[in-house]
């Protein structure tokens, strides 16, 4: 059976402001990017996805798009953003763009011409309502109200920042706006569409009170899966382009509901993020996952990270190795030691797990949380408005060099950073780490280059293997197994032919704790 890509590609997301910086402003661009393609065709992804990319105010870091068909400047222009996805292509690369179909930038025309009149069309492509007092008391996502009040008195309504007006899906315009956003993006050449926010897009027109129990009056509404069924039929008039959702939702069974043949192709699996380095935990997680994928037939998705939460070698660090947005725990004491032995053991996990891979920028190079920017260069709106911010995954890329911006940004670049970068990842450089076998980007080479390679890693079955307490181990295909180690003790290792990758060296037969290995088994 011919495998379609997104069902199992390693998928590596670009935060084009901190991947690699072209023209020296200290803010990265398609130039620097294009100039460092041949990292990602080294690290050897099938994808990458651009976090947006369009022009923007920058108010949430380009999540507020004021113009779905162009390229911010600070980036570059247009004929880059094709040029880049000819190049991409051409190395055997596929492209993502994102999209933000919950809200518009303060700044889009639409939004705009809402403010300008008071009878505006437009004002019905938003959520404005009169009166007094806000309608409700909805919460930004951000932290603080989700309205605010226009200079003629009335609201609008913002689920994240004011600068982000969310847009009425009740509206036949914003449907037809958006089928041609994907068309111009799928017509100059992007294999799939990242969707922002996936499950927030409708909202009770009566805007009652978010209940303690009982339906979500934004949250998972019915009618956005009519709206991905219409997506569905348009991307399916292309050949081979995804549909990927982000869906924040605890619930497994409504989640999988985006995943039905005729909505996206895949969506972010944040229960697996969000899980604590526990074996148990794991495990229920990963069954989970693969039973409501199977339900669908949709493929698995195996996340540890994105520009949104902490990086794993911090979180992996901490006595609760947990993420949720509302416990960040930024600043609790962490190991950073032991974060990066159990970064490494999950990325062999994650990779060798049923389904498509994802890797955020930086995650290959071990990065850590950097949770001391001082509060004046922080840039996150989420900060601001809560206190708890997401600079500290944002930083700039360390390429080589001994000291900020490493490589960053050109020699002599008349600017520096835009987050600063901390002086000790001089020794996390692509630079430091390539060619050294013990470095956690060699470790991504080669676990990427055996996922290809390995025959049971294509194959969409997992078996559970008996291990030690504390420990998974699980075979895919007939020839491969990976076993992970997360208990305190070592653990014997099952009967193989060849070893053929461990996160962290063994003790002889044996497997260390906080250690994963990849082994094919005899016949
Ligand atoms: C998504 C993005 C996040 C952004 C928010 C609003 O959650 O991943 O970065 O702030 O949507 O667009």
Request: proline residues 10%.
């Amino acid at each position: 059976m011919a495998t379609h890509w997104w069902r199992d590609a390693v998928i590596y997301q670009i935060y084009p402001r901190s991947f690699a910086d072209g023209d020296g402003d200290g803010i990265g661009d398609l130039a620097g990017l294009r100039r460092r393609l041949g990292h990602l065709a080294d690290l050897g992804v099938d994808a990458i996805w651009m976090s947006p990319w369009y022009p923007s105010p920058m108010a949430d870091a380009g999540y507020d798009v004021a113009d779905f068909r162009d390229i911010d400047p600070v980036f570059g222009t247009m004929a880059e953003a094709r040029a880049l996805i000819r190049e991409a292509h051409a190395a055997g690369i596929r492209l993502i763009v994102d999209i933000v179909p919950n809200h518009v930038s303060a700044d889009h025309p639409w939004f705009a011409a809402a403010l300008a009149a008071p009878d505006a069309p437009e004002r019905d492509y938003f959520w404005f309502r009169p009166g007094d007092q806000a309608p409700n008391g909805w919460r930004s996502e951000f932290g603080g109200p989700a309205w605010t009040r226009t200079p003629n008195g009335d609201w609008y309504l913002h689920l994240f920042t004011p600068e982000q007006p969310d847009l009425n899906w009740d509206h036949p315009d914003v449907r037809a706006e958006f089928e041609s956003i994907l068309r111009f993006w799928f017509d100059a050449g992007a294999d799939g569409i990242r969707i922002d926010s996936a499950a927030l897009l409708f909202k009770d027109p009566a805007l009652p009170e978010v209940p303690e129990n009982g339906p979500h009056p934004y949250h998972d509404l019915a009618g956005v899966h009519e709206i991905y069924r219409s997506w569905r039929r348009l991307a399916d008039g292309y050949p081979d382009r995804a549909l990927i959702g982000e869906v924040w939702l605890p619930d497994a069974e409504r989640f999988a509901r985006y995943l039905r043949p005729d909505e996206l192709h895949a969506a972010f699996n944040f229960d697996f993020l969000g899980c604590a380095w526990d074996p148990a935990l794991l495990r229920a997680c990963i069954d989970r996952t693969l039973q409501v994928h199977a339900a669908v037939g949709a493929p698995a998705t195996w996340v540890l990270s994105n520009h949104d939460v902490t990086r794993q070698v911090t979180r992996y660090g901490r006595s609760d190795t947990t993420f949720s947005f509302a416990t960040k725990r930024e600043g609790t004491p962490v190991d950073l030691e032991l974060g990066t032995r159990r970064a490494r053991a999950a990325a062999l996990l994650s990779l060798s797990l049923p389904g498509a891979a994802y890797v955020y920028q930086g995650e290959e190079l071990g990065l850590w949380e950097h949770e001391s920017i001082p509060p004046a260069l922080r840039q996150d709106p989420m900060w601001a408005r809560s206190g708890h911010g997401r600079d500290g995954c944002r930083v700039p890329l360390p390429w080589s060099g001994d000291e900020p911006p490493f490589g960053f940004s050109p020699t002599g670049a008349a600017g520096s950073p835009w987050l600063p970068q901390p002086p000790e990842w001089k020794d996390l450089t692509v630079a430091a780490q390539s060619g050294d076998p013990s470095s956690m980007l060699e470790l991504y080479r080669t676990a990427i280059r055996l996922r290809r390679a390995e025959p049971g890693l294509h194959t969409p079955e997992l078996t559970w293997l008996p291990t030690a307490p504390g420990a998974l181990a699980y075979t895919r295909g007939p020839g491969f197994a990976c076993v992970v180690n997360l208990s305190a003790a070592p653990i014997a290792l099952p009967d193989h032919e060849t070893r053929l990758l461990a996160s962290s060296p063994l003790d002889g037969e044996l497997l260390p704790p906080d250690t994963a290995v990849w082994l094919r088994l005899r016949n």
